[in-house]
């Protein structure tokens, strides 16, 4: 058995129940359940349809997003997530590239890397010589002015932990912004690089082993085996190259506002939706959310 989800953008919902009525018509499927008026429906289909990336397709100009997954498992009791452009708005290391006067070289790389096109290790090394002799006082600054939670991550964890979810936050940034991020959101642990300081000012480098791709997978791995679960209860949710391999092998990996290159080899793919899309595919009603 399957589900299909449809959701959109809660800040402007127009999910049109005549849309979803058609498309559950045209699978056959079970009756459509709304878990948020004009903004998330799903409703039970026997198989996976053969067209649902065409009508994926066509649904995504319509400002709507949908997802056909597996119905058992649904609720899962891990949440992995990156930081940079999931859990928040920005992207840490270009907002300190903006104080360094370096911001649109950074931006730059991070965009390219963010795509796949870079080596991660390499192009964040590349990055972080730009920002030696930075004053270490930026951060927090940084932190205060610029960094904005992600519409719904407070909802997300808050309705995860009430139900016994565990939270790690993940990051190929660094433990500066993630242990803040991390108690402001709610997350149970968090894991970044560290960014190496003399004398109150950055030296252009980071504590190695460097966090990146193989990490993330790593800290899944390590996540579920100590808390005895398995990699299917896990829901994982990121944007860029340096998350597939997380997303891959979560039970639930989610792309969400991500990069296309990156999208493309994910099944969930949200991108009108906010964070919030995690709890609908679980299968909560907006009813159910805490926070």
């Known amino acids: 058995m399957y589900i299909a989800t449809l959701l959109t953008d809660p800040a402007a919902p127009t999910?049109?129940?005549?849309?979803?009525?058609?498309?559950?018509?045209?699978?056959?499927?079970?009756?459509?359940?709304?878990l948020a008026p004009d903004e998330a429906a799903e409703f039970a289909l026997p198989d996976m349809p053969g067209n649902r990336w065409d009508v994926w397709a066509d649904l995504q100009g319509m400002g709507a997003d949908l997802v056909v997954h597996p119905a058992a498992n649904r609720r899962k009791k891990i949440l992995l997530?990156?930081?940079?452009?999931?859990?928040?708005?920005?992207?840490?290391?270009?907002?300190?590239?903006?104080?360094?006067?370096?911001?649109?070289?950074?931006?730059?790389?991070?965009?390219?890397?963010?795509?796949?096109?870079?080596?991660f290790d390499g192009s964040l090394l590349e990055r972080v010589a730009l920002l030696r002799g930075l004053d270490e006082s930026v951060?927090?600054?940084?932190?205060?002015?610029?960094?904005?939670?992600?519409p719904g991550a407070q909802t997300l964890l808050a309705t995860m932990r009430a139900n016994g979810g565990y939270s790690a936050l993940v990051s190929g940034g660094f433990t500066a912004f993630t242990d803040r991020v991390a108690s402001m959101l709610g997350f149970d642990e968090n894991h970044a690089n560290d960014l190496l300081?003399?004398?109150?000012?950055?030296?252009?480098?980071?504590?190695?082993?460097?966090?990146?791709?193989?990490?993330?997978?790593?800290?899944?791995?390590?996540?579920?085996?100590?808390?005895?679960?398995?990699?299917?209860?896990?829901?994982a949710v990121g944007d860029g190259a340096n998350d597939l391999g997380m997303l891959h092998?979560?039970?639930?990996?989610?792309?969400?506002?991500?990069?296309?290159?990156?999208?493309?080899?994910?099944?969930?793919?949200i991108n009108h939706g906010d964070l919030t899309a995690l709890l609908y595919l679980q299968g909560y009603s907006r009813s159910e959310f805490a926070g």
């Open 15 to 34: 999910l049109d129940p005549a849309l979803v009525e058609s498309l559950r018509n045209a699978w056959g499927g079970g009756a459509v359940q709304w």
């Open 81 to 119: 997530a990156d930081m940079d452009s999931t859990m928040i708005r920005q992207e840490c290391i270009d907002e300190l590239a903006e104080e360094a006067g370096v911001g649109d070289r950074v931006r730059e790389i991070t965009a390219r890397a963010m795509r796949g096109e870079l080596d």
């Open 139 to 150: 951060i927090p600054h940084v932190i205060e002015t610029r960094i904005e939670p992600m």
């Open 197 to 235: 300081v003399e004398n109150g000012k950055l030296t252009g480098d980071v504590r190695r082993p460097i966090l990146g791709r193989e990490a993330k997978v790593s800290a899944l791995e390590r996540i579920s085996t100590r808390l005895g679960v398995t990699e299917d209860d896990v829901l």
């Open 249 to 269: 092998r979560a039970g639930m990996g989610v792309a969400l506002h991500a990069k296309p290159a990156v999208a493309a080899t994910c099944d969930i793919r």
